[in-house]
C-alpha cells in the first residue's frame, strides 16, 4: 500500500510537472527545434520563466519543511502525508495562471510534441519517486520526508531538455524519412513543375500571387499559410500533391544558413526566385553576408537549364542577378532594357492598389485589393514566372484582380468608424516603411500599434530608432509596446513628433486598450506582433 502510495503520488506529479513545461515545449517549437532558439529566449526575458519557477519551487518546500517538521512524526500516514498538497497546489495555481495568458502562437499538438511530453513525464516521474524515495531513507526523514520533491520544478526546463536530447536521434531520422519520401515522390512526377520563392520577405504574399495566375492555366498545389520548413513542406507533399497537379509553389524560409540548400534538394525545382534581401533574422545568421549566401542557395541548387527570377526593386537581389550564370530574368522598377515585366503610374489608398504592367510594349491596367506600394513589385516579378510559362498578361491582370487580402498582411479590417490595417503577421524595415506609407494615405486619426523589429542583430537599436522617426508624419498617434520601446519613442521624438502622442505601453491589450479611448473616425496599424519566443 505504501509504494502504490509513492507511485500514485509520482505520477500525479509527473503530469503536473510536464504540463509546467509546455512552455518551454512551445518556445522549442517556435524556434523550429533548436536549442539556441530557446537559450535567446531564456536571454531575451531575463530567465523570466525560470525565476518563476524556482518562485513554485520555494514556497512548495518551504511549506512542506514547515509541515513535516511538524507533523512527520505522526504515525497516520493520512496526516503526515498531507503536506503535499501545498507542493500539488502551487503547481495547479502556476499551471492555471500561465493557461490563461494569450498567447499568440500556442503550442500546437504535433506527434513531436506527444513523444517529447510522454519521456519528459517518465523522467519526471523517476525523478518524483527518486526523492520521495530518498526522504523518506534519509535520518532526518520525520522533517524531511516528501519535502524533497518540491525541488523538481526549478528542473522543468532541464528535464525536457533531456527528453529532447533523448528523442533527438529519433527525431531527426523521422523527419528525414519523410523527407525522403517526399523528395522521391516529386522527382517520381516528371512533368511537374517545381517553383520555389525564398527573400527576407515578400515569401508568402508571391506564393498567393504566382499562385493564383498559374491557375489561370494550370492545377496549382502550393504549400500553405507558411509551411516553409522541410518537415512542412514534406507534409503538403506526401498528403496533397496529386498526379493531377501541373505546379507545386514551395515557399522556403531560413534563419539559419543551409536552410535553403537542405529545402532546395527536397524540392529540386527548376524555377527559383528571389523576392528580397534585408537584414530579417540578422541574429540567427550572425552577418549580411550569410543572409545573401543562404538566399542564393536556391538559385544554386537550379538545374542548368533552371530559370532564376530576381526583383528589380531590391539592391540584394538585383546584385545575385548580376552573378547568375543560369538563365536569370529580372522584374519590376520603371520599364528598361533589361526588366522583363515593369510598372507604373502606381495608386493605392482605401481600395486597394492600382497600376499598370508592362511586359515586350504590351501593359494592361491592373486594380487589386491587396494594400501597399510593395504590391506592384511582386505582381510584376509573379508576372514574369506566369508569362514564362505561357499565362497571357490579360489573364494575369485578370488573376491579380481576383486576389484577397492574405490574413495578417496589411489585411484591411471596418468596423463602423474604424478602419484596422492588419500587418500583425511580421515586419522588416522595409515592410515597415510601406506599411506606415498606406497608413498615411487614409482619412481620419492615424494610430499606429507595434512592438517595433526585432532578430536585426546589433543594429537592431538603430532600426527600431529609424522605424520610430518614420512615424511621425504618417501617424497622429504612436503605442509602442515592450521592450523596444524605447528605442522607438526616441526616434519619434527625435524626428520631432509630440510626446503627448506617444504611449509606451506593457503589453499589446494595453495598447489596444488605450488607442480605444481615441474618439473620431480612425485608423489603426497593427505593424508586427511578436510570437511568444521574442520580447
Known sequence: MYYALICGFSAASAVLLTVMGFKIMQILQLSSYRVRGLFEWLKSTKADYVIRYFSVAFFSVVCMLVYTGCFGAVKYAAVRYLGLLFYFLSIVIFVCVTAKQKKKTPLKITRRIVRLSILSAIIFCGASFGLFMLGERTLLKNNIRYSLVGLLPLFVPLIILLAYYILFPFETLNNLHYEVKARKKLANNKELIKIGITGSYGKTTAKNILAAMLEEKFHVLYSPASYNTPLGIAKVVNNELKEEHNVFIAEMGARYKGDIARLTKLVAPSMGIITAVGRQHLATFGSEEAI???????????????????????????????????????????????????????????????????????????????????????????????????????????????????????????????????DAYNSNTEGAKNALEVLKAFDGTRIVITPGLVEMGDGEEEANKVLGGEVFGCADYAFFVGSRAAALKSGALNAGMSEEKIEVCSSLDEAVKKSSEIAGKKTILFENDLPDNLN
Not at 301 to 321: H, I, R, V
Not at 331 to 356: C, L
Not at 375 to 404: D, F, H, N, T, Y
Open 292 to 422: 545573401r549566401a543562404t538566399k542564393y542557395e536556391l538559385v544554386e541548387g537550379l538545374p542548368e537549364n533552371g530559370t532564376a527570377f530576381f526583383s528589380a526593386d531590391n539592391e540584394g537581389a538585383k546584385q545575385m542577378f548580376e552573378r547568375t550564370r543560369v538563365e536569370k530574368v529580372l522584374a519590376g522598377g520603371a520599364e528598361h532594357e533589361g526588366v522583363s515585366v515593369s510598372y507604373s503610374d502606381v495608386e493605392f489608398g482605401q481600395f486597394g492598389t492600382a497600376f499598370t504592367l508592362s511586359h515586350c510594349g504590351q501593359s494592361e491596367r491592373a486594380v487589386t485589393k491587396l494594400l501597399g506600394r510593395h504590391i506592384p513589385s511582386v505582381v510584376s516579378l509573379c508576372a514574369a514566372v506566369a508569362l514564362k510559362l505561357g499565362v497571357s498578361l490579360g489573364k494575369i491582370v485578370s488573376a491579380v484582380e481576383k486576389l484577397q487580402p492574405v490574413e495578417h498582411r496589411l489585411q484591411l479590417i471596418q468596423n463602423g468608424e474604424v478602419t484596422v490595417i492588419d
